[in-house]
């Protein structure tokens, strides 16, 4: 069975080089932090790779990263595809509002693959390291789909503790999940901090402690492809329902999709736990930082020194 890893990558700037964080070097042969992913979904048996850009920066991107990553993969007999996120991409009857300048999220983002999934799938933002448990136990879930568990999702869950910044506060999608393991509410919570004790929600300046063990979504869903009807159909319906949003801003967004199917029992989320350090770039600061926990893992033979 195809088993597919989905890079949200379009939010990648069109200006390749200096200050693009998806593309800076963090590895000792100039491995970027995509490259662990993929190098850890192929090794966890992930079969196919499509990269989300956007068509304005397909041959930028391809120079630097999809052209080198293709030859990886057909040594590897993996396949490649590329699916583009598009300002215009929208559902019938709907006309570009006079102003927007961006895509529309990640929902749109997945719903741009819909004809190059075929099968089960992973997805996980471009710019974040995840450690490779996360992909084993996503694709051992995923290789157990069939037409009847259409509506059997999976996410990787980090404990918070292991995705904090020493750099400033971060966003976060807390979790609550039941007995048997399965995700009953995520709350979006912003500002929370590392402290001695473990975390904390800083409102402005009373620092109000939260539970360091709790688990962290973060991004990482193992989804299956009757999803992307739902994502057509959920893509009407949020213009629609546009109401009194900001329609400049307003974005259809995976973490809120999956969110509402939960809250309307129409879906099941398997949490898997991953005892991984997940690690990105929030801050400017925090690329040292990811240098410094890549080169521990490749001296304790994680990886090794040239990752292809």
């Not at 080089?17 to 995509?34: D, F, R, S, T, Y």
Request: aromatic share 10%; net charge negative.
């Amino acid at each position: 069975m195809k088993t597919t890893l989905v890079i949200m990558a379009a939010g990648i700037g069109s200006r390749f080089g200096g200050g693009i964080k998806q593309l800076a070097p963090v590895g000792l042969n100039g491995e970027i932090i995509m490259d662990y992913s993929i190098h850890d979904a192929i090794e966890a048996g992930f079969n196919k790779i499509v990269f989300i850009i956007r068509k304005d920066i397909k041959d930028a991107f391809k120079e630097a990263i999809g052209d080198r990553i293709e030859k990886i993969c057909k040594n590897l007999d993996v396949e490649i595809a590329y699916a583009y996120q598009g300002l215009n991409e929208l559902p019938e009857g709907v006309e570009l509002p006079a102003g927007r300048t961006k895509p529309w999220g990640t929902g749109q983002a997945v719903l741009a693959c819909k004809e190059v999934l075929h099968g089960p799938f992973a997805v996980i933002n471009a710019d974040d390291y995840y450690g490779k448990e996360a992909f084993v136990k996503l694709h051992d879930f995923l290789v157990g789909y069939t037409p009847e568990k259409a509506n059997q999702f999976c996410m990787a869950g980090f404990i918070l503790k292991n995705t904090l910044s020493e750099n400033g506060a971060v966003t976060r999608g807390i979790c609550e999940t039941n007995e048997e393991g399965y995700l009953t509410a995520v709350h979006e919570t912003s500002n929370i901090v590392k402290t001695p004790e473990g975390a904390a929600v800083d409102n402005d300046g009373q620092f109000i402690p939260i539970n360091a063990e709790s688990y962290a979504s973060m991004n990482m869903w193992g989804l299956t492809p009757e999803f992307m009807r739902t994502l057509e159909d959920g893509f009407k319906e949020f213009f629609v329902n546009m109401g009194d949003k900001d329609i400049l801003k307003a974005e259809y967004l995976l973490p809120t999709i999956i969110g509402d199917l939960l809250a309307e029992k129409k879906l099941a989320v398997k949490v898997l736990t991953s005892k991984d350090k997940w690690f990105g770039v929030t801050y400017k600061e925090d690329k040292d930082s990811v240098v410094s926990e890549l080169q521990a893992l490749i001296h304790a033979g994680v990886y090794p020194k040239k990752l292809f």
